[in-house]
């Protein structure tokens, strides 16, 4: 990690406070060290771009007109938006599903041999009708369920069955299906339908042959008779620009409900394939290091700007179509918000933030400590985690701006910092683990109440 890429302390912060220069200098250390485990296994980084201006003013762009910028920005819709996607990000229970990793496709970009097991699932099935009778002995039954893959329609017969189980024991359930759309016919269509199959996922591969895609999409205007909903879903990749502007048209046209743009990400398992494309991968790779599960590891440089510009260029044409931009990072927030979500009060001093889903608090440290704590206290706040070893007082998020405004006793002004967390079970039981540490200035802000909640229910998309 070079100089640029480093969290800058002003020069009276080094100075004044070497508690925060250790913590933040700690975690620069620790993003260094995967910077560079992942650089030797032979991939190429775009250079180092924190800022990501152009994503953000064209997402500024899209939200003048009309676009709804969801979970922080990591989702961006405009027209309809699916249920399984409203319930991907949100507070209830959404669940997805295989009947095996096997697939008669040889995509570059699948993520399944990056999967635990793939091997394994693909000589044996999944015991998908032990896991839905799993599911249904929950708390709370599922708001939506998916059947994914591998390839489900390789296996029509399981598929139909995997459905009626799936109505049968929810029957309010959202159901929807991932194919790549090339085996479908009407029967079997009608077959889906009569199994409550809600939602059908077209995948559109840009590099299919010509006749391969007129299958894929005559399958799918055939769907449209069959099924409510008939989705695309896909990763445009970079340099296909005046392609993917055309299936946008055509899907217009067709009357297709809506299409999930997907940011291009690198499974770690054929790199050479990339390379060869001219492809480059975002850096930094995201923005809060995790052991995240979703197996599309690395966003490709460009992507989220692509699907952005496509979206834009929609509203300028008129298009009708539902638009819907799922960066790698809304996959990975469905991640921690089903983690964190569940005990987002496991302390007073730490905040549930809306926007990334992590367990939020503020931090000062050394000489910032004591004028902070002060006064905070003579604003009302009470609850303060004083750590002696790091020398950090650490408090509820909602004051960060109460303590940006105090001046330490030197009077410099104080360099609150915001601590991202995620909530891990330990001996003893539950704690909350630190993932980041930044500078405050540096910081998106913290967003105590659900502002994506809303805004998808004055746009009228409700589970």
């Known amino acids: 990690m070079n100089d640029a890429q480093q969290t800058q302390i002003p020069r009276c912060g080094k100075d004044r406070n070497p508690a925060l220069r250790r913590a933040l200098e700690l975690y620069q250390g620790i993003e260094a060290d995967h910077m560079r485990v992942l650089e030797s296994s032979g991939v190429s980084f775009a250079p180092y771009d924190e800022e990501r201006r152009e994503a953000r003013l064209l997402m500024a762009q899209l939200e003048k007109k009309g676009a709804r910028i969801r979970n922080g920005g990591a989702s961006v819709a405009r027209g309809h938006l699916s249920r399984g996607c409203l319930a991907c990000t949100g507070s209830c229970v959404s669940r997805t599903y295989a009947l095996s990793n096997n697939c008669h496709r040889d995509c570059f970009f699948c993520f399944n041999p990056n999967q635990k097991g793939f091997a394994y699932y693909c000589d044996n099935p999944f015991p998908w009708r032990e896991q839905l009778d799993e599911l249904a002995q929950g708390d709370r039954p599922p708001a939506c369920v998916a059947l994914s893959g591998g390839e489900p329609l390789l296996y029509p017969d399981e598929a139909c069955a995997f459905f009626a189980r799936a109505r049968e024991l929810f029957p309010a359930c959202h159901l929807r299906m991932y194919t790549s759309g090339d085996l479908l016919d009407r029967e079997l269509l009608a077959r889906l339908r009569d199994a409550g199959l809600d939602e059908i996922r077209f995948s559109v591969k840009q590099d299919d042959p010509d006749d391969m895609q ?5 399958n799918m205007e055939a769907a449209l008779g069959f099924i ?7 990763p445009p990749i970079p340099g296909t620009e005046d392609q993917m502007k055309e299936l946008l048209v055509r899907l217009d046209h067709m009357g297709v409900h809506g299409i999930n743009l997907l940011e291009f990400a690198y499974a770690m ?3 050479p394939v990339f390379e060869s494309l001219g492809l480059t991968l975002r850096n930094p790779p995201c923005h809060v290091l995790y052991d995240y599960e979703y197996a599309g590891a690395l966003a490709v440089q460009g992507s989220e700007e692509l699907c952005l510009r496509l979206m834009l260029w929609a509203c300028d044409q008129g298009l009708e179509l539902g638009m819907h931009y799922c960066s790698l990072e809304n996959k990975h927030r469905a991640q921690i918000r089903t983690i964190n979500g569940r005990h987002a009060s496991i302390d007073r001093r730490y905040a549930f933030d809306y926007g990334d889903f992590f367990m939020k608090a503020g931090v000062v440290f050394g000489p910032d400590r004591t004028a902070v704590r002060d ?11 004083e750590d002696e070893e790091a020398d950090s007082t650490s408090f509820h998020p909602k004051w960060l701006e109460a303590a940006s405004r105090v001046r330490a006793g030197d009077g410099v002004c104080v360099q609150p910092c915001v601590s991202s967390n995620v909530v891990v079970e330990r001996e003893g039981g539950l704690a909350l683990r630190e993932l980041k540490l930044e500078l405050l200035s540096k910081a998106p802000a913290v967003q105590l109440d659900d502002a994506t909640a809303r805004a998808d229910r004055a746009a009228g998309d409700v589970l």
Request: net charge negative; with cysteine; charged share 20%.
């Open 214 to 218: 007129e299958r894929v999409l005559a």
């Open 375 to 385: 006064a905070l206290k003579a604003q009302g706040c009470a609850d303060f985690l």
């Open 228 to 234: 409510p909903t008939v989705m695309v879903e896909m």
């Open 269 to 271: 398992w054929n790199w």
